[in-house]
C-alpha cells in the first residue's frame, strides 16, 4: 500500500479558502468524529447494539459532498451513514436516539446505525446490503429525468462494493440512461478484513467508467473543499449535462470495520501514516497557522461540540424505547395512494 | 360484451392507467420495440413513446432496482420481467428493498411499484424456466401478491395494483395469455384482497389460483359427472393478503377441502391455507384438507415428465373423491 506523505504541504484549495469556511468545514469534521467517539462509548457500554460501523477518518468526503449539494439533491449511501446524516443537517440527538434504539430515532428506532433516513435533508438511506442501493440511486435520477426535476443523486459505495452484482447492472443503466447522478466510490482500503490487492482485478476503480459510459474522477482525499470542487464538478455535469460520473476517493478508516473489529490485519505504520495525513487535523492546522486562531479557540469548540454530543447520548439514553404496537407499523400503506 | 384475451385485458389495463397517470411507466426486458415477448405491450411504445416504455438491456436486477428507486420519488412503476424465473436475480431487490423500504424508512417513502410477468411451468421449458414463485413472495410482509387466470381478473385487478401504494407482485402465466373471456367497456376495478366464487357447489370447496383455477373448473365438472360431487370452486386471486373470510365461509358450508396447487407442496401456499384451515374451522371438517402440488422435484423437460408432474382435473378429482371418503 502506498503510504501518504507526512511532511506535504497545505493542499492548495485548504490554504486557499478563508477563515469563515474553513472554521465551518472543520467544524463539521469535528462534530461527525465525536459524534462517532460518543457512539463508540455508548457501544462498550450497551447502550447501542447491532452492527456500528464508524467513519473517523473519512469525515472531510461528506462534509465537502454536503457542500457542494443544492437543496433537492440526495445522497444515497452505505451503512457507514452517520457522516453524511449529520452533514446533511440532521439531528445529532434523532441520530444517536436511533442508534440506541429509541422512539426519538430518525426512523422510530426501526432502522439503526446502519438505516439513517431524513427525506428533507436530503439524506436518502442508509442501505445495508452491500451494492444494492446502486439501482436505488440510479433510479431516484431516473425519476429526477423523468419529471424534470433537476435534482442531483450522489451515491456513495465502498470498495468492497465495486465486484458485486446490482452495482454493475446500476452503473450500466446509469450510463446507458444518462441519469443525473453521481457515483462515489469511497475508498478506504479495506472491505471488512480484506485489502483490496485481495478484492479488486484492476487497482483504479475508475477504469470501469469509460465501460460504463461515464467521466471518471480519482484523488486522494486531502480537504473537504477539494472534495466539494471535484463532487460539485460531477454534480454540474450531472444537472446541466445530464451525465454520470464515477469518482474515486482514496481515503483511510481509522477504526476497524465496524465495532467488533479490532482491525489486526494493517501494515506496519500503516495507521500512523495516514493520521499523519487526516484531512481534519490538515483543517486545524490551516487554522491554526494561516487563520491565526489559537489552540484555547479550537479547544473552546471542541468543547462545545463535545457538549453537544454528550447530550445528544443523553438524550437518546433518556428516551423512551418505540411504543410496542410501532411494529406493526409502516409495513403496508391503506387505501389507494 | 366484448371478449379479451388475458395478454389483451392487461394491455389495456396498463394503456388505461398510463392514459390516467403520467407517472405510469412500463420498463422490462423486449417491452417496448419488440412489442413484448409475450406481447402484453404491444402498441404502447407507439402510444406513450420511449420515455414510458423503457426496454432494459438484461439487467433484473438493475431495473428493479430503478424501478424502486423511480417509485420511491413518486413515479408509478410497472416491472415486466420477462418471466418470473428470472426475478431470481432480483431476489434481493424485492425483498430488502421494495418491502422493507417503507417500514425501514419509518414510513418516510412508499414503493408503489408492480412486479408482473408470467409464472410457473409453461410447457417443456425445463427445470429453471418452469417455477411457480408464489410462496417465495407471498412469505414476505411489505409484498401484496396477486395471482391471475380470467381477462375479467386480469385487468380489474392489474388495474387496481397500479394504483396501490404498495410493492405487488402480479403473477400471469403463459400458458393463459390466449385465455378468452367477457371484459366491460366501461372502466372497473377488482379490489385486492377479495377471493372469488368461480363455480358454486355444496360438497368440498376447492381452493384454486393462476394456473390451477382452469384445472380446479375441469376437475369440479369431472367430479360433478362421475362422481356426483358439488364442488365450490373459490379462486384466492390475492395470495397476500389472503380473503380468508371467504375460504372459512365456504369450508364451514361444505366440511370439506382440497387445494390444487400449481407449486412445489414443501412450504407451498396450500401449507397457509390448510393451516388457517384447521385453525379456524377444525370443529367443521369432515376429513383431512386433501393438497394437489406439483411433485416435489426440479422439472424435467420430455413431455411426458412434465405432464406428470403438474396436477392435472384427474389428480384433483380423485382427490375430491378422496375427501368426500367416495373410494
Ligand atoms: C451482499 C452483502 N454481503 C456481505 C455483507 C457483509 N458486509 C458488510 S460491509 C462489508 C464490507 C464492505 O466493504 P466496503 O464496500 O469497502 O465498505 P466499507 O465498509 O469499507 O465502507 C461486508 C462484507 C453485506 N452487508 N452484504
Ligand atoms: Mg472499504
New interface residues.
Given amino acids: 500500500m502506498d503510504l501518504p506523505d507526512k511532511d506535504a504541504p497545505l493542499p492548495e484549495t485548504l490554504s486557499s479558502a478563508g477563515k469563515d469556511e474553513t472554521l465551518h468545514a472543520y467544524r463539521e469534521m469535528l462534530r461527525i468524529r465525536r459524534f462517532e467517539e460518543t457512539a463508540a462509548r455508548a457501544y462498550t457500554r450497551g447502550k447501542i447494539s447491532g452492527f456500528l460501523h464508524l467513519y473517523i477518518g473519512q469525515e472531510a468526503i461528506a462534509v465537502g459532498t454536503s457542500l457542494a449539494m443544492q437543496p433537492g439533491d440526495r445522497i444515497v449511501s452505505t451503512y457507514r451513514d452517520h457522516g453524511f446524516a449529520l452533514a446533511q443537517g440532521c439531528d445529532a440527538n434523532a441520530c444517536m436516539a436511533e442508534m440506541f434504539g429509541k422512539k426519538t430515532g430518525?426512523?422510530?428506532g426501526?432502522?439503526g446505525s446502519m438505516?439513517f433516513?431524513?427525506?428533507d435533508k436530503g439524506m436518502?438511506?442508509?442501505?445495508a446490503?452491500v451494492g444494492?442501493?446502486?439501482?436505488?440511486?440510479?433510479?431516484?435520477?431516473?425519476?429526477?429525468k423523468?419529471?424534470g426535476d433537476g435534482a442531483v443523486t450522489i451515491c456513495f459505495l465502498g470498495d468492497g462494493a465495486v465486484g458485486i452484482?446490482?452495482t454493475h447492472?446500476?452503473m450500466?443503466?446509469a450510463g446507458?440512461w444518462d441519469l443525473p447522478v453521481v457515483f462515489v466510490v469511497e475508498n478506504n482500503r479495506y472491505s471488512m478484513g480484506t485489502p483490496l490487492e485481495r478484492t479488486l482485478p484492476a487497482a483504479d476503480i475508475t477504469s470501469r467508467a469509460p465501460g460504463y459510459g461515464m467521466v471518471g474522477d480519482r484523488f486522494t482525499v486531502e480537504d473537504p473543499f477539494q472534495v466539494r470542487d471535484r463532487i460539485g464538478a460531477a454534480i454540474r455535469r450531472a444537472r446541466e449535462e445530464s451525465q454520470p460520473t464515477l469518482v474515486e476517493i482514496l481515503t483511510y478508516r481509522f477504526r476497524g470495520h465496524s465495532m467488533s473489529d479490532p482491525a489486526k490485519y494493517r501494515g506496519k505504520g500503516e495507521l500512523e501514516a495516514f493520521r499523519a495525513s487526516d484531512p481534519f487535523e490538515r483543517a486545524n492546522r490551516a487554522l491554526l497557522e494561516l487563520h491565526g486562531m489559537t489552540e484555547e479557540q479550537l479547544e473552546a469548540i471542541d468543547d462545545e461540540v463535545i457538549a453537544e454530543m454528550d447530550a445528544a447520548a443523553e438524550f437518546a439514553d433518556q428516551s423512551p424505547q418505540p411504543d410496542p404496537d410501532y411494529r406493526f407499523?409502516?409495513?403496508?400503506?391503506e387505501?389507494?395512494? | 360484451m366484448p371478449t379479451l384475451q388475458i395478454r389483451e385485458a392487461i394491455r389495456e389495463a396498463m394503456r388505461e392507467e398510463m392514459v390516467r397517470d403520467d407517472k405510469v411507466?412500463l420498463m422490462g426486458e423486449e417491452v417496448g420495440h419488440y412489442q413484448g415477448a409475450y406481447k402484453c405491450s404491444q402498441g404502447l411504445l407507439e402510444q406513450f413513446g420511449e420515455?414510458r416504455v423503457v426496454d432494459?438491456?438484461i439487467?433484473?436486477?438493475?431495473?428493479?432496482?430503478?424501478?424502486?428507486?423511480?417509485?420511491?420519488?413518486?413515479?408509478r412503476p410497472i416491472i415486466e420481467f420477462m418471466t418470473f424465473n428470472f426475478s431470481a436475480?432480483a431476489f434481493?431487490?424485492i425483498l430488502?428493498?421494495a418491502a422493507k423500504i417503507?417500514?425501514?424508512?419509518?414510513?418516510?417513502?412508499?414503493v408503489?411499484i408492480v412486479f408482473r410477468g408470467p409464472n410457473a411451468a409453461a410447457h417443456m421449458l425445463g427445470s429453471t424456466h418452469s417455477q411457480a414463485f408464489d410462496s417465495f413472495y407471498a412469505h414476505i410482509?411489505?409484498l401484496?401478491v396477486v395471482s391471475v387466470a380470467t381477462p375479467y381478473d386480469a385487468k380489474g385487478l392489474l388495474k387496481s395494483a397500479i394504483?396501490?401504494?404498495?410493492p405487488v407482485i402480479f403473477f400471469e402465466s403463459e400458458l393463459m395469455y390466449s385465455v378468452r373471456g367477457e371484459v366491460p367497456e366501461e372502466e372497473y376495478l377488482i379490489p385486492i384482497g377479495e377471493a372469488d366464487i368461480k363455480r358454486p357447489g355444496d360438497d368440498v370447496t376447492l381452493l384454486c389460483w393462476g394456473q390451477s383455477v382452469p384445472t380446479a373448473l375441469a376437475a369440479a365438472e369431472l367430479a360433478q359427472e362421475h362422481s356426483d360431487l358439488s364442488a365450490e370452486v373459490i379462486d384466492l386471486r390475492t395470495l397476500r393478503p389472503l380473503d380468508t373470510e371467504a375460504i372459512i365461509a365456504s369450508v364451514k358450508k361444505t366440511n370439506r377441502v382440497v387445494i390444487a396447487e400449481h407449486g412445489w407442496p414443501y412450504g407451498g401456499v396450500g401449507a397457509e391455507l390448510v393451516d388457517r384451515i384447521q385453525r379456524l374451522a377444525f370443529d367443521w371438517l369432515d376429513a383431512p384438507v386433501a393438497r394437489v402440488c406439483y411433485d416435489d422435484i426440479p422439472f424435467a423437460y420430455a413431455e411426458n415428465l412434465e405432464h406428470l408432474s403438474i396436477p392435472q382435473p384427474e389428480d384433483v378429482h380423485a382427490a375430491l373423491r378422496q375427501v368426500a371418503y367416495r373410494d
Fill in positions: 430518525l426512523v422510530g426501526v432502522g438505516h433516513f431524513e427525506r436518502w438511506g442508509g442501505y446490503i444494492n442501493h446502486i439501482p436505488i440511486a440510479a433510479g431516484h435520477a431516473f425519476a429526477s423523468y419529471l452484482g446490482p447492472e446500476g450500466t443503466l446507458l407499523e409502516n409495513i403496508m400503506i387505501g389507494e395512494g | 411507466f420515455k432494459t438491456p439487467t433484473e436486477t438493475g431495473f428493479a432496482g430503478v424501478g424502486i428507486g423511480a417509485a420511491m420519488c413518486g413515479l436475480v434481493d431487490q430488502n428493498n417503507h417500514h425501514m424508512t419509518g414510513g418516510q417513502f412508499s408503489p410482509p411489505g401484496k394504483r396501490d401504494p404498495n
